[in-house]
């Protein structure tokens, strides 16, 4: 019985760390969002990565 016990906080540190992880990507694509919707359209910003 212990040994569940065990496997079972072992899975629910796991979903734990899954979620902060998925919250943290929901966070990223937001911002990213936002960055692209402030850009203006076409415009290059110097260093871009894009090559002729």
Known sequence: MAR???EAE???AALD???HALARLAGARETVA???AE???GSE???SCRTA
């Open 4 to 6: 569940l016990r065990e």
């Open 10 to 12: 072992r899975v629910q």
């Open 17 to 19: 760390a899954a979620e």
């Open 34 to 36: 936002e960055v692209l």
């Open 39 to 41: 850009a203006p359209a």
């Open 45 to 47: 910003e110097p260093g």
